[in-house]
C-alpha cells in the first residue's frame, strides 16, 4: 500500500517504520521532540516513542555529534538533527575527528552507524546560516557519507539505508523542496542503497549531472530545451559519497558532453571532481568542454538576492544550449 507524500512526509513516515522495526534507534536535537522540528519532519514520533527514545538537545551541536558517537560506539542508532546545516560547523571537529575516523582509529572494532540529519540548502528567504551548500566540505573527509534525496519516494528510501547502514551518513535535506511536490511512497520500509545514482530523464546530446533541489529545476530547463529539439540525459546523483562515477562516465561516452548543475559555489565544488573523472575516463569521447552552473563564489545572499544566486531553469537551458551548439 502506498501513500501520496511530500518529502517532509517521507522522512517522518522512514523514521517512523525504522523505530517501530528497531528499538535502538533514537532521534533528537534542536526542536525535534515537542514541537516536532522547525520543518516538522519528527512531529509525533515522541508521543509515539516516548521521550527517551525522542527528544530535544540543548543548542549545542558539538554536544549533539558528541553525544551521538558514544551512543553509537555503544549499540544504539542515534538520528540527530542539526536544525539548519548551517548551523553544524560548531560540531564539524567531532565529525572530522571522531565521527569520520572511529572505524579506521579502532581497525574495525568499532562502527558509527549514525546519521546527521539537516535541512539544506537554499530557496525559502532565511537569514544568514540557513541556506548554506556544504556538501564538497564533507565529500572532502573520508569516513563519510554523503546523501542528498531530490523526491519523497528517494528521500524515505535513502533515509532507512542511512539508518541502517553500519558507518556515519549526512543526510541533506533540500528544504526548497520539503512541499514543493507529491509522490506515491510505499506505507512499509524499503531501502535505495547508497552511492547509486538514477537516470530520470535518457538522452543523447548531452549529460546532466545534478542532486537535490536542483533536480527539479533541471527537469524544467529540459522541457525547454526539447521543444528546440535538444535531448538531454538528466542523471539525479544522489548520493554525493560515495559517488557513482560509472553513471556519468558511460552517460557521457554515449552523448559526448557534460553539464554539472549544483547550487553550492564553482570553486573546488562537487562539479570540479565529477568533470576531474570525466576527463580522466572520458576524454576522447568529449565533444565540448565540460560545463558547470553553480552558485557564485560569494556568501549565500540575504533573501532580496538569492533568486540571483540560484541557477534558475531559463539559465540552465541557456547553458545546455551553449554546450550542445559549441
Do not use: C
Not at 10 to 38: K, W
Not at 58 to 74: K, Q, R
Not at 155 to 174: S, T
Request: zero cysteines; hydrophobic letters at 40%.
Amino acid at each position: 500500500m502506498a501513500n501520496t507524500l511530500n518529502i517532509v512526509q517521507a522522512i517522518n513516515q522512514a523514521l517512523m517504520n525504522e523505530m517501530e522495526l528497531d528499538n535502538t534507534v533514537v532521534v533528537y536535537g534542536e526542536d525535534v521532540g515537542v514541537e516536532g522540528g522547525v520543518f516538522r519532519a519528527t512531529v509525533e514520533l515522541q508521543k509515539k516513542f516516548g521521550n527517551t527514545r525522542v527528544f530535544d538537545s540543548p543548542l549545542a551541536e558539538s554536544a549533539i555529534v558528541g553525544t551521538a558517537i558514544g551512543m553509537a560506539i555503544n549499540g544504539l542508532k542515534p538520528v540527530v538533527e542539526m536544525q539548519f546545516s548551517g548551523f553544524v560547523y560548531p560540531a564539524f571537529n567531532q565529525i572530522i575527528s571522531h565521527v569520520a575516523r572511529m572505524r579506521n582509529r579502532s581497525r574495525g572494532r568499532y562502527t558509527l552507524p549514525m546519521v546527521i540529519r539537516a535541512p539544506y540548502g537554499g530557496g525559502i528567504r532565511a537569514l544568514e546560516h540557513h541556506s548554506e551548500s556544504m556538501e564538497a566540505l564533507f565529500a572532502h573527509i573520508p569516513g563519510l557519507k554523503i546523501v542528498i534525496p531530490s523526491t519523497p519516494y528517494d528521500a524515505k528510501g535513502l533515509l532507512i539505508a542511512a539508518i541502517r547502514d553500519p558507518d556515519p551518513v549526512l543526510f541533506w535535506e533540500p528544504k526548497r523542496i520539503y512541499r514543493a511536490f507529491k509522490q506515491e511512497v510505499p506505507e512499509e520500509a524499503y531501502e535505495i542503497p547508497l552511492g547509486k545514482a538514477k537516470i530520470i530523464d535518457e538522452g543523447t546530446d548531452i549529460t546532466i549531472v545534478t542532486w537535490g533541489a536542483m533536480v527539479r529545476d533541471v527537469q524544467k530547463a529540459a522541457e525547454m530545451v526539447k521543444a528546440k529539439g535538444i535531448k538531454p540525459e538528466i542523471i539525479d546523483l544522489r548520493t554525493i559519497a560515495p559517488m557513482d562515477r560509472d553513471s556519468f562516465v558511460e552517460s557521457v561516452k554515449k552523448t559526448g558532453r557534460i553539464l554539472v548543475v549544483h547550487e553550492a559555489p564553482k570553486t573546488l565544488g562537487v562539479g570540479a571532481e565529477i568533470i576531474s573523472i570525466v576527463n580522466e575516463k572520458a576524454f576522447l569521447y568529449l565533444e565540448a568542454p565540460p560545463t558547470r552552473l553553480t552558485g557564485f563564489d560569494t556568501t549565500f545572499p540575504l533573501p532580496r538576492g538569492e533568486q540571483h544566486y540560484i541557477p534558475s531553469p531559463e539559465r540552465i537551458a541557456k547553458t545546455i544550449e551553449d554546450v550542445v551548439n559549441y
